[in-house]
């Protein structure tokens, strides 16, 4: 059973207008999450990170939202340009609290398209 | 500072093969982790080191598998008996103990059992 999803495989957003990327966890252990973008040919490359008792990262123009109750996290890209075409990855951590990640659970990815 | 290398970048080994990898981590970085990443799916966990020491070892991580990391630096990946089902990117990353919160990844090895 998945921990972490990520339930659109895909989505398409015009050059300057907001991303909004979904994520959902079921495991109620789980307190640090993090977002890693990936190019074709390239490893992931971390992005942006949250831990549970915020909610709300932001750095430039991605910010991470948390809600906690809901098992739900998003990143949200303003404004999206076209070098943001990638697939993101949501993750999570349990019991690492204070940054030093062990284990990472990853979701599948959600392929965001930036059209000029 | 070059980041973390993986080598070699692409590997086709025919079934029943051995085959090992390694990983030069970024060179302050305590952490090591090996991942794997199929089609469609996310990295999934297959080990960490932190220093010399293996501190977690996934389910994924048949008896087929193994991986070291003598003297704390760069790691290897050994798959003994490739299996078709092996093909996949074998990722490396790397971090610091405390204080990043985020790993450094490397390219990758994409492993092709034929």
């Known amino acids: 059973d998945q921990q972490v999803k990520q339930n659109s495989p895909s989505l398409s957003v015009q050059e300057g207008r907001i991303s909004i990327l979904n994520c959902d966890y079921t495991n109620s252990m789980f307190d640090y999450f993090l977002w890693y973008k990936k190019y074709p040919a390239e490893g992931p490359t971390f992005l942006i990170s949250?831990?549970?008792?915020?909610d709300k990262n932001e750095d430039g123009r991605f910010t991470v939202f948390l809600n906690k109750s809901a098992k739900h996290l998003s990143l949200h890209i303003v404004p999206s340009q076209p070098g943001d075409s990638a697939v993101y990855f949501c993750a999570a951590s349990a019991g690492n609290y204070g940054g030093s990640q062990g284990n990472l659970i990853f979701g599948k990815g959600t392929k965001l398209s930036v059209k000029p | 500072d070059t980041g973390v290398s993986q080598d070699p970048r692409h590997k086709i080994t025919k079934r029943g093969q051995n085959v090992t990898f390694r990983c030069d981590p970024i060179s302050e970085h305590n952490r090591l982790y090996w991942y794997r990443q199929t089609l469609g799916q996310g990295p999934e966990f297959l080990t960490y080191?932190?220093?010399?020491?293996?501190?977690?070892k996934s389910r994924l991580l048949s008896d087929r598998f193994s991986a070291e990391r003598p003297k704390g630096s760069f790691s290897t990946l050994e798959i003994q008996r490739t299996e078709q089902g092996d093909s996949a990117m074998y990722l490396c990353?790397?971090?610091?103990?405390?204080?990043?919160?985020?790993?450094?990844f490397g390219s990758g090895t994409r492993l092709t059992v034929v």
């Open positions: 949250i831990s549970s008792i915020k």
């Open positions: 990353a790397s971090s610091l103990l405390a204080g990043n919160y985020g790993y450094t």
């Open positions: 080191f932190q220093n010399e020491a293996q501190l977690e």
